[in-house]
């Protein structure tokens, strides 16, 4: 069973606004620092946001800063993306994940700090 399973992918057009779900199944979600991560075609997968346990710290990457919300809602084991002022460039795969709790860091971009991940879902930006 995939612990991470994320929705709420599809096409927008640049300008538009979307919001990413990541569903949390069978680990204690509450004591994962978590985040959401992207991969373009031919790209390396790069860290988007990331959120603590408690959620009261979060990390952007610079191109999505001021765009991009993330959140948690730990009573339901999801985790969330709010995405506004969408541009081209944003489309690739996203990925939910969960850090490592052996992680020296919780707002941590590196994939190697990842301890699970979901399957990714797809976002298209129209120009």
């Known amino acids: 069973q995939v612990p991470l399973v994320e929705s709420g992918g599809g096409s927008v057009q640049a300008g538009g606004s979307l919001t990413l779900s990541c569903e949390a199944v069978?680990?204690?979600?509450?004591?994962?620092?978590m985040g959401w991560f992207l991969q373009a075609p031919g790209n390396e997968r790069e860290g988007v946001a990331i959120?603590?346990?408690?959620?009261?710290?979060?990390t952007y990457a610079d191109s999505v800063k001021g765009r991009f919300t993330i959140s948690r809602d730990n009573a339901k084991s999801r985790l969330y993306l709010q995405m506004n002022n969408l541009k081209y460039e944003d489309t690739a795969m996203y990925y939910c994940?969960?850090?490592?709790?052996?992680?020296?860091?919780?707002?941590?971009?590196?994939?190697?700090?990842?301890?699970?991940w979901g399957q990714g879902t797809q976002l298209t930006v129209s120009s």
């Open positions: 069978g680990i204690k979600y509450s004591l994962y620092c």
């Open positions: 994940a969960a850090v490592s709790l052996s992680s020296d860091y919780c707002l941590t971009f590196n994939p190697m700090s990842i301890r699970y």
């Open positions: 959120i603590s346990t408690s959620g009261g710290n979060t």
